[in-house]
């Protein structure tokens, strides 16, 4: 009998969720921490670092530990997972077993900078399983099965999209547009439409008030800054603004879909006409991603149920696999490494 607590992390760009078998989703929170310069000491993180973006003095930065949906600052990341887990579990005499999905575009390097930072926030195993794979399991998708299934998986700093078949991902393509360039957009459209500069939690807000399905707002006030002025002015934005402002974001992702497509087999393709599209992650919610990637590949797409939460459930329901997943992480490895010996023979010929 394992005492070992196992938990599933789902480390994204803009926030991490931890699932347990138990109690399900336990924690979500923003991938954000704080850090005093002069004493190297964590000073907030999650909820309460993300109040601090743009608003701390000098010696007290808040920072984004990943970036693209890969770790870019590794010592913040493993003080967040350290908190992250201590907030899950409590204190434990024996360390947790992690698994923690990571996109589906993440290199070796990339991997295994997560599952150092894993054990050294305290964890005694990491094992890995790719984005889509999670999200289309979490989804109630028949990862096994010898039909095909699509999955798009938009987060915050990466759009996952892949084919899926016989438990493996047949092809597949991680986008760096995803919920973060919606807000990029948003503060772009503001500035040279209104010549008015707001920050990146006030295009938050416009996002999820007026550029979400779950909001019925039509119409959305935010306050910034004017250009010519300096001075603090208010803006009016409608949905016919918002429309503008992420249609290139809507379509980059929808030509990446087309482009996953074109690379799928045919017998494949001619299962996604009856299966369709899933769309899972935050960005799922985004007014008019739907009808943007149905209207170009011409095939049905539905939105996840709970599509924030599909990947960390998908994750969490890989638990009863971990000791399959070792072996399969195992198997990469050594395939890895036996290309890059064949590459050095090659190479000394």
Not at 22 to 33: A, D, F, K, W
Not at 301 to 317: E, L, M, R
Request: charged share 25%; net charge neutral.
């Amino acid at each position: 009998m394992n005492i070992r607590k196992r938990i599933a992390i789902d480390l994204g760009t803009t926030s991490v969720l931890v699932y347990s078998r138990v109690h399900g989703v336990i924690l979500n929170e923003p991938s954000v921490v704080a850090v005093n310069t002069f004493t190297d000491e964590v000073v907030a993180v999650g909820e309460k670092a993300k109040e601090m973006l743009g608003r701390t003095p000098g010696h007290i930065v808040a920072v984004r530990p990943l970036e693209d949906g890969v770790i870019t600052n590794y010592e913040a990341t493993e003080k967040m997972l350290k908190y992250f887990i201590k907030e899950s579990i409590g204190t434990t005499l024996f360390r947790p077993d992690l698994i923690i999905c990571v996109p589906s575009g993440a290199n070796q390097v990339q991997m295994r900078a997560v599952k150092q930072a894993g054990i050294k926030a305290g964890a005694n195993e990491v094992h890995l399983i790719e984005e889509p794979l999670a999200a289309a399991i979490g989804c109630g998708i028949e990862i096994g099965d010898a039909r095909g299934s699509m999955i798009i998986d938009i987060g915050g700093g990466t759009s996952d999209i892949a084919v899926i078949a016989k438990g493996g991902i047949v092809t597949s393509a991680s986008l760096r547009t995803a919920g973060d360039q919606a807000d990029k957009d948003i503060i772009d459209y503001i500035r040279s439409t209104r010549n008015v500069i707001i920050g990146e939690k006030t295009a938050e807000k416009v996002k999820k008030n007026l550029g979400s399905i779950e909001s019925d707002l039509t119409e959305f006030i935010v306050k910034g800054r004017n250009i010519s002025t300096g001075l603090p002015e208010e803006v009016s934005l409608n949905l016919d603004d918002i429309d503008k402002a992420l249609d290139n974001m809507l379509t980059e992702i929808a030509n990446g879909a087309k482009q996953v497509l074109s690379t799928t087999p045919p017998e494949l393709v001619s299962d996604l006409y009856e299966s369709g599209v899933t769309l899972t992650g935050g960005g799922a919610l985004i007014r008019g991603m739907k009808e943007k990637i149905q209207g170009l590949i011409k095939i049905p797409v539905n939105i996840a149920y709970d599509p924030i939460s599909s990947v960390v459930k998908g994750t969490g329901k890989s638990l009863n696999w971990i000791n399959k997943l070792a072996v399969a992480e195992d198997s990469k490895l050594e395939l890895s490494r036996r290309i890059m010996e064949n590459k050095e023979k090659l190479r000394r010929r």
